[in-house]
């Protein structure tokens, strides 16, 4: 009988699903909203009930949109954001007591500013691997803060997961970690084996340690590792699917997007660029590489037996988003992209022309989109976007214009990362990517001129839902690694070849004002005294 894979994906917006064949050939795909509350910039909660719903529909519809036999199913692979979920028997809410079901602290959530800068302060041995500087997105400040904000939940949850780890939990009532999830954002030192009990005891977490990690791990696997007894009753019941379907340890999202990447061609030449909602960066290198403001090294999060460097920007793909709605035209275009039947920032870059021509036309406008702080290479969640050179103009030549500019400078974020990552042992000559943000012609253009790397496109037009299928073919015994799977089933479509000449210029001088323009805000928000 022909075997069948499924990827799962968990993006801030929504659930997606996706059945593969053994070769990586996408078959069908399905996709269900996952809501969220966001009441301020500050604050964004989900629902793990309602996430888990919207997987199994996901599940159901691609199975059915693929005509396939389900008993033909031999694997499935989770990946998700790296949030936070809070389990227990009862009422867990993270946030307001008067919704309950609100369980989840999402990836985006800064809440935890004030702890993270605490835990910043002391000197903490595992601070070494996320780049000298935790974030607020990730676990240890979160979980600080729902002890000291909301004890009576921190004291009576059963389980701290990270979303992957939830979601295969649901899927086989298992409760190993994957080592992505807990090595990349909870501070496991996965090249030891071990949590470090003195951070957790130093930081105001030591009744985690003092309990012998049960809340948030004990049992930590390899991605791809097969998960107790494969599908539960339940969840199988939920999913339209026999149960005993082997389940794989997950990966945050964008390393399955890395995953479904850069196995197209050498791992250790390429970085994965993941451009959704954030961007993440993922390099892969041979031996540990300690970058300034980027996390990692990380050992054995998404390749097995490599390291791992992950940096990315804090949000991008909404950073395009807030930016182009700040722009008189933003209502016009809305509609005419409606009209058209399409997002918005698709149909800008469709109205953009080439991208040489788009760039030139923007010249005089430059983007520091660090709206939401800067991930890497400076871990500050207090930057600010800058954004120079707008005029009065309220047409819509001018918001493309402005789109453009924008794309612009995720690109020399991009290539700030690519370099600081290089002065450090940790260099690449290629970029793969992914992510939806990512799929249009016009931005993987401007990514390649900008960055002045080359840009790979994958065969796949899914590959983060390819990345976790790689994952349930490896613990379905499909392929008996994932070097092998990712080999398999991966390829290299096309390139975008970086611009020469007069344009690959114009684009260095622009990168030059890029970082001037960060580094003087990052000056005035130093040499302005705080507010009383």
């Known amino acids: 009988m022909t075997r069948y894979l499924i990827g799962i994906d968990v993006g801030t917006g929504s659930a997606r699903a996706g059945v593969f064949d053994t070769d990586g050939q996408l078959l069908a795909h399905a996709s269900r909203p996952v809501q969220m509350?966001?009441?301020?910039?500050?604050?964004?909660?989900?629902?793990?009930?309602?996430?888990?719903?919207?997987?199994?529909?996901?599940?159901?519809?691609?199975?059915?949109?693929?005509?396939?036999d389900p008993a033909s199913v031999a694997g499935i692979g989770f990946d998700a954001t790296c949030s936070l979920v809070v389990c227990g028997d009862g009422a867990f809410g993270v946030g307001d007591p008067a919704h309950p079901d609100r369980d989840i602290i999402v990836w985006m959530d800064h809440r935890a500013v004030e702890q993270a800068a605490r835990i910043n302060a002391g000197d903490h041995e595992v601070l070494n691997y996320v780049g000298g500087r935790i974030s607020p997105e990730m676990e240890t400040p979160k979980l600080l803060w729902l002890k000291e904000n909301r004890p009576q939940v921190f004291d009576a949850a059963h389980d701290f997961f990270d979303l992957t780890d939830f979601l295969t939990w649901k899927a086989t009532g298992s409760k190993a970690r994957s080592t992505c999830t807990v090595t990349c954002k909870w501070t496991y030192l996965a090249h030891e084996g071990r949590w470090d009990a003195d951070y957790f005891h130093a930081i105001g977490l030591g009744v985690l340690a003092d309990e012998g990690f049960t809340r948030i791990g004990t049992q930590v696997v390899e991605p791809g590792t097969a998960l107790g007894a494969g599908l539960t009753p339940d969840a199988a019941r939920a999913m339209g699917l026999p149960a005993g379907i082997a389940v794989a340890a997950g990966l945050i999202d964008a390393h399955a997007g890395g995953i479904g990447t850069v196995g197209a061609g050498d791992p250790f030449a390429s970085l994965g660029y993941v451009f959704g909602t954030s961007s993440c960066t993922m390099t892969t290198t041979r031996e540990p590489a300690f970058v300034p403001g980027v996390w990692g090294p990380y050992f054995s999060a998404m390749v097995p037996g490599a390291w791992l460097n992950e940096g990315g920007q804090s949000v991008a793909g909404v950073a395009i988003d807030h930016l182009v709605a700040m722009h008189p035209a933003h209502a016009r275009a809305s509609a005419a992209a409606a009209d058209a039947g399409q997002s918005l920032p698709e149909w800008l870059a469709d109205q953009a022309g080439t991208a040489g021509d788009a760039v030139t036309r923007a010249?005089?406008?430059?983007?520091?989109?660090?709206?939401?702080?800067?991930?890497?290479?400076?871990?500050?969640?207090?930057?600010?976007?800058?954004?120079?050179?707008?005029?009065?103009?309220?047409?819509?030549?001018?918001?493309?214009?402005?789109?453009?500019?924008?794309?612009?400078?995720?690109?020399?974020?991009?290539?700030?990362?690519?370099?600081?990552?290089?002065d450090h042992g940790a260099g690449v000559s290629r970029i793969a990517i992914s992510g939806g943000a990512g799929r249009h012609p016009l931005i993987r253009q401007l990514l390649a001129d900008a960055t002045g790397l080359p840009v790979d496109v994958t065969a796949c037009p899914e590959p983060v839902l390819l990345g976790s299928a790689i994952l349930g073919g490896v613990a379905g015994g499909v392929h008996p690694d994932i070097h092998t799977a990712m080999s398999a089933m991966t390829r290299v479509q096309g390139t975008c070849q970086p611009a020469g000449g007069d344009l690959r210029r114009l684009h260095d001088s622009r990168h030059r004002a890029f970082l001037q323009l960060q580094s003087l805000a990052r000056q005035i928000r130093a040499d302005t005294p705080p507010s009383p």
């Not at 500050?42 to 693929?66: K, L, T």
């Open 37 to 68: 509350h966001r009441p301020t910039g500050d604050i964004a909660e989900q629902s793990s009930a309602q996430v888990w719903d919207a997987v199994c529909q996901a599940v159901r519809q691609a199975v059915g949109q693929a005509g396939i």
């Open 363 to 422: 010249r005089h406008l430059h983007v520091v989109p660090e709206f939401l702080g800067n991930r890497a290479p400076f871990a500050d969640p207090q930057a600010r976007a800058v954004v120079m050179g707008q005029g009065m103009e309220v047409d819509i030549a001018s918001l493309v214009s402005l789109y453009v500019a924008g794309i612009c400078g995720l690109g020399y974020g991009l290539r700030q990362i690519i370099q600081t990552q290089a």
